[in-house]
């Protein structure tokens, strides 16, 4: 076996699982910090509507709930649109993000088997793309929350898990 073939391969191999276990890390970080700023809400919420937080998602304050969201994440307020506007660059860069780093990836591959394996070390260079994607991604959604009071996207979320509440049933309308 060629010693440049095995070099090669680890370079291809070695940014793979480099990238999928920071890949896993944000993952784990997004769902922390989701849960801590779940937590957040819920406090805000039971004190705007005068219930003990251990009670906050009892099946009889459902109603109550319900209709607090409706207002507070209504389509009508400016800050609600901005926040829907930013989940969507959110998506259009997450997306983007995504095409050009399988892109690198494929090139990589594709210049190591036509012409050479020292291209094999370019394959570090996703590593370099996700840390910049993931800076620019959390910028985004601070600035968003900045502005609104909410990360992108989510009042939409929110109306969507609203209309799936009433449309299932699960609270009277």
Not at 29 to 50: A, C, H, M, P
Not at 75 to 101: E, K, M, P, T, Y
Not at 104 to 130: E, H, N, Q, R
């Amino acid at each position: 076996m060629d010693i440049d073939i095995l070099i090669a391969a680890v370079h291809r191999l070695g940014s793979i699982i480099t990238v999928l276990v920071l890949y896993f890390a944000i993952f784990l970080f997004d769902q922390w910090r989701s849960v801590r700023y779940q937590k957040r809400i819920d406090k805000e919420d039971s004190f705007t509507l005068g219930i003990r937080l251990e009670n906050i998602e009892k099946e009889e304050n459902a109603q109550k709930l319900l209709e607090l969201y409706a207002d507070k994440f209504s389509s009508d307020l400016l800050r609600n649109r901005i926040s829907d506007f930013c989940g969507l660059i959110h998506l259009a860069w997450g997306l983007l993000a995504f095409i050009v780093q399988t892109g690198v990836v494929i090139t990589v591959c594709w210049y190591m088997i036509t012409k050479t394996t020292d291209a094999a070390v370019l394959a570090w260079s996703i590593l370099g793309m996700l840390i910049l994607v993931c800076l620019i991604t959390w910028s985004l959604s601070f600035v968003c929350l900045i502005l609104t009071g909410r990360f992108p996207g989510e009042a939409k979320s929110k109306r969507k898990w609203i209309n799936e509440q009433y449309r299932n049933n699960l609270v009277s309308t």
